[in-house]
């Protein structure tokens, strides 16, 4: 199973006036002030910001939980792959320096592999030059809504048959 680099062809993309234009079509009720704003969207490719509010504040010292600096670059990954129903299946991500109340975290995430339904999306944060942020994400893009999946069948249940796969 060898993975490829991303086609550009395989990422749906309007076209306005002459002009390439890529629409989110995914996460579109995210909250950006807890996941980041989008700063450019192009195929495979995103760029957020996330300015940290005291709601992320973890200690008296103004130390952002790295929960939402995940949540971010899980939102970056997302949006980088763009399908409705793009799920997270996995990561592997490295916290690479503190983040603070009042930090501006950008994040820029790729699309580096895809195989199938599946997407590897590379994602970097930084505060100013610094890489605070660095990590893998493996996601799945499914036919339906990860939550309208009928992952199995009641008579497939009652047997203890595998489930249908995603």
Not at 117 to 130: A, M, Q, S, T, Y
Not at 137 to 166: M, S, Y
Request: aromatic share 8%; with cysteine.
């Amino acid at each position: 199973m060898a993975e490829d680099t991303i086609n550009e062809d395989d990422l749906e993309i309007e076209y306005e006036e002459g002009r390439e234009e890529v629409f989110i079509h995914t996460h579109e009720r995210v909250n950006a002030d807890l996941c980041g704003e989008i700063l450019l969207l192009e195929r495979g490719y995103v760029e957020t910001k996330l300015v940290t509010t005291a709601e992320m504040v973890a200690d008296d010292i103004g130390l952002v939980h790295g929960g939402f600096i995940f949540s971010a670059a899980d939102y970056a990954a997302m949006v980088a792959v763009n399908e409705r129903n793009v799920v997270l299946v996995g990561s592997n991500c490295q916290f690479l320096s503190p983040v603070k109340f009042h930090d501006e975290v950008n994040f820029i995430a790729k699309v580096r592999h895809k195989e199938g339904r599946k997407r590897n999306v590379h994602v970097e944060g930084f505060v100013l030059d610094i890489k605070v942020f660095e990590g893998e994400f493996k996601t799945v893009v499914t036919e339906r809504h990860v939550l309208k999946l009928q992952l199995l069948n009641e008579e497939d249940e009652a047997l203890g048959t595998p489930a249908e796969e995603i």
